[in-house]
DNA sequence: GTGAAAGCGCTAACAC
DNA sequence: GTGTTAGCGCTTTCAC
C-alpha cells in the first residue's frame, strides 16, 4: 500500500526532464511550459510522488514545519489550538512540531532553541501564557524567525497576533444578565496583572454602569482563573443574605467553582443564583446544570495564526508587525435565568 | 542570544580532527580515543553545536521524529498522552509531529503517508481509538516503520502496545464500593463492542459474584461513553423507588452525567447514592462532588509507548512485539461514601 | 583510532 | 523554458 517513495530523479526520468524541471512542476514555479507540465504531473501521480521535506530543510530554505510551544494546564484549550493550528498547517502543506515548555523552567530557552535550530521550524506559534514571556519574546526576534501570537496581553506591538476583544465579550455577557432583570451582579476576576483580567473586569464594569446599576466593593472578588479560587470567591459571595442574583466569572473553571458554592449553601443554580462563566472550555458542559459562557475562538484564533505566520513566510504580510480579531460568540446555556421567572414562580400566579 | 548555527564541519576545525571524527563523537559512537572525544567535547560546547535533524533524516538514516496522530473527542486525554509522549521524546533527542487524524475520513491513507514519506517519521504512536482500526495497522504494517500502540482493544498480536488492566481496575473499584457496605451496586458500560468496555463490565461481575451480590439486570444500563449516555443511564437507574445506593460509571463523562442525573431527582451524591468513575479525567475534579475514580496512567502510557518505539529503533527490542502493563491507581473522592455512615447519620445516634 | 571521499534528495545559481 | 552544476550538513563506505 505504500511502496518505497519515489524521488524527483525517479519522476525526472519518467517524464524525460531535468530533475530541476521536475523540482519546478512540484514547487508550482512559472516558467513551465503547458506540456512539459502536464507530463511531469503524469508521473507524480504514477509513482504516488510525495516530495522528502529533510532534504529541502537541509539545503536550508524552507523545513515547512512550524513549533508549537505551549504552557498551559487546560486541557481543552490546548486541544482547541492543536486542532486549529493543525488544520490550517495541513492545508498548507505545512507541519507541526509541538513541545511543552515551562516558562519557570531553566531550560525554556534550551527548549525553544532545540525547536529553531535542530528542528530547524520555519515560524513559532505562541499561544498564552507564553506569548507574553518577555524572554521567550526577545530570544524569537533574535532568531529573526517569524512568530505568531494568540491572545497576547502585553507588548502588542511585536510579531503577529491574533486577539479576540475581550471587553466587548465581557460587555455583553453583563448586558445579557442586566437583561434578565438581574441588578446586583457580582464578578470574579482574573489572575491579577494579565491584561485579560483586566479587560474582561472594564467589561463588566463598563456595562454595568451604562445600565446605571451601582456595583458593592465586596461583589468583586479576585480570583485566579482557578476552580478553587471560584469556589472561595463564591463562599465570600453566597454567605451574606444580601448576595447578588447573579455572579460572572471570568473564566469557566471558576464558574464550576461557583456553581459549588451555590449548592453548598443549598443554593439552585439557576433559581437562586445566575452563574456565567467565559472561554467555553469543556467544563462548561460538563458541571451541573451546564454553564452560560463567552466562546472564545480558540481553534479559530490558531488557524489564523497559522495563516498569518505562512503569510509572511511568503512574504505577503508586513514582517513588522500585523493583528487579526476573531468573533467570539455568547453561549446561553442553562445556569443563567430571569430574575423575573423565578419571581413568577414562587410568588403567587396571578 | 540564539547564535547562528554552528555545524559540524566548525567542531571539527575547531577541534582539529576531521568531521567524521566529530560526527563520531556526537553521535557517540566507540572507537574514538579518550582525548580526541574531549577535544571534540569541547568545541561542541565552545561553539554550542546542536546537530540539525534535516540533514540526517536527508540522508536516509534516522529523523528522529516520531509521529503521534490521534482521533479522540477527550482532551484530557489527548493532552496527557501528549504531555507524557513529548517529555520522553525530547529525553531521548526525538522530537514529535502530530497530526489529527480521522479513521472515518477517506483520507487516512494520504495523511498517514505523509507522515510516513514526506516527514519520514522513524515511528508511530497509536493511541485508541486509532490503534485498533485494521486500516491503519496494515498500511503501518506494510511500511514497515515500527509502531507503538496504546490501550489496544483488538489484534494484541501487532506491533509494541502498552496497557492497563482494566478488568482488575474496575475488579478493585468495584471491591471498594463493596466495602463500604453497598450491596446493590448499578454499573454504566461504554460503547458496545469495544473491549474496554467488556473488560471493565467483566470486573464489575467477578467482583460482584465473588461477594455473593447478585445484579438485577436493569442495573446494568449500557452507555457510549458520552455525558448525555450517563445521564440517560442515571435517570433510569434513580427513576425506581428500588434503586442502587452506588453506581459505577465506565468513565467519568458518564459519572458526571449520573450525577447531574441525581440532582435532577433531588438525590444526594453521595448521601443517597454514591457514583464512581474511571479515567480520572479534568471533569473528575471539576464535578461537585469530586469524583471516586480509576486513575488511568496515560501519560505513564505514553511515555512507556515512546520508550518501546526508541528501543526498537535502537534494535534492542524484539522487532515482533513487546507488552508492557502500566499500574492503575484508584481515587477515592466524595461522591462515594458507606452506607453505613449515611445510616448512621440518619439513625438515633447510639 | 582516524580520515577522505562519495552521496542522501533536494534547491539555488547560472547558464543555454 | 530548460538543463547543468554545485552545494546544504550530515552519514556512510572503506581506506589507512
Known amino acids: 500500500m505504500v511502496e518505497s517513495k519515489s524521488t524527483l530523479a525517479d519522476i525526472a526520468k519518467l517524464a524525460k526532464v531535468s530533475v530541476k524541471t521536475a523540482s519546478r512542476v512540484?514547487?508550482?514555479?512559472?516558467?513551465?511550459?503547458?506540456?512539459?507540465?502536464?507530463?511531469?504531473?503524469?508521473?507524480?501521480?504514477?509513482?504516488?510522488?510525495?516530495?522528502?521535506?529533510?532534504?529541502?530543510?537541509?539545503?536550508?530554505?524552507?523545513?515547512?514545519?512550524?513549533?508549537?510551544?505551549f504552557d498551559n494546564p487546560n486541557p481543552s484549550y490546548i486541544v482547541d489550538l492543536l486542532r486549529g493550528a493543525l488544520d490550517q498547517t495541513r492545508k498548507e502543506g505545512y507541519h507541526l512540531i509541538v513541545e511543552p515548555v515551562m516558562a519557570s523552567s531553566p531550560t525554556v530557552m534550551e527548549d525553544i532553541t532545540s525547536l529553531l535550530v535542530q528542528s530547524n521550524v520555519d515560524g513559532m506559534l505562541l499561544p498564552p501564557p507564553l506569548c507574553d514571556e518577555p524572554i521567550i519574546l526577545e530570544a524569537l526576534r533574535a532568531s529573526g524567525k517569524p512568530f505568531a501570537r494568540i491572545?497576547?496581553?502585553?507588548?502588542?506591538?511585536?510579531?503577529?497576533?491574533?486577539?479576540?476583544?475581550d471587553f466587548e465579550a465581557a460587555r455583553q455577557m453583563t448586558?445579557?444578565?442586566?437583561?434578565?432583570?438581574?441588578t446586583s451582579v457580582g464578578f470574579v476576576t482574573g489572575r491579577r496583572g494579565t491584561v485579560t483580567t483586566k479587560r474582561r473586569l472594564s467589561g463588566f464594569l463598563s456595562a454595568m454602569r451604562d445600565a446605571n446599576l451601582t456595583v458593592p466593593d465586596r461583589f468583586i472578588v479576585e480570583g485566579t482563573f482557578e476552580y478553587r479560587s471560584g469556589l472561595v470567591a463564591g463562599e465570600a459571595l453566597l454567605r451574606h443574605a444580601e448576595r447578588p442574583t447573579a455572579i460572572?466569572?471570568?473564566?469557566?473553571?471558576?464558574?464550576?467553582?461557583?456553581?459549588?458554592?451555590?449548592?453548598?449553601?443549598?443554593?439552585?443554580?439557576?433559581?437562586?443564583?445566575?452563574?456565567a462563566?467565559?472561554?467555553?472550555?469543556?467544563?462548561?458542559?460538563?458541571?451541573?446544570?451546564?454553564?452560560?459562557?463567552?466562546?472564545?475562538?480558540?481553534?479559530?484564533?490558531?488557524?489564523?495564526?497559522?495563516?498569518?505566520?505562512?503569510?509572511?513566510?511568503?512574504?505577503?504580510?508586513?514582517?513588522?508587525?500585523?493583528?487579526?480579531?476573531?468573533?467570539?460568540?455568547?453561549?446561553?446555556r442553562a445556569s443563567t435565568t430571569s430574575i423575573a421567572t423565578r419571581t413568577k414562580i414562587k410568588a403567587v400566579p396571578t
Open 26 to 69: 512540484v514547487r508550482q514555479e512559472p516558467n513551465v511550459s503547458p506540456k512539459t507540465r502536464a507530463a511531469v504531473e503524469k508521473a507524480m501521480k504514477i509513482l504516488k510522488y510525495r516530495p522528502s521535506l529533510a532534504p529541502r530543510a537541509a539545503v536550508g530554505t524552507r523545513s515547512y514545519l512550524l513549533g508549537l510551544i
Open 151 to 165: 491572545a497576547p496581553s502585553v507588548s502588542t506591538d511585536v510579531g503577529l497576533h491574533v486577539e479576540m476583544n
Open 175 to 182: 448586558q445579557t444578565l442586566i437583561a434578565l432583570a438581574h
Open 248 to 275: 460572572f466569572a471570568s473564566n469557566d473553571g471558576m464558574a464550576a467553582g461557583l456553581i459549588a458554592a451555590a449548592h453548598k449553601f443549598s443554593l439552585s443554580v439557576p433559581d437562586d443564583v445566575s452563574i
Open 277 to 332: 462563566g467565559f472561554d467555553d472550555s469543556v467544563v462548561a458542559t460538563v458541571v451541573w446544570p451546564p454553564l452560560t459562557t463567552v466562546r472564545q475562538p480558540i481553534k479559530e484564533m490558531a488557524a489564523a495564526a497559522v495563516r498569518m505566520l505562512i503569510e509572511q513566510l511568503r512574504g505577503r504580510l508586513d514582517p513588522a508587525s500585523s493583528t487579526r480579531e476573531l468573533p467570539f460568540e455568547l453561549m446561553i
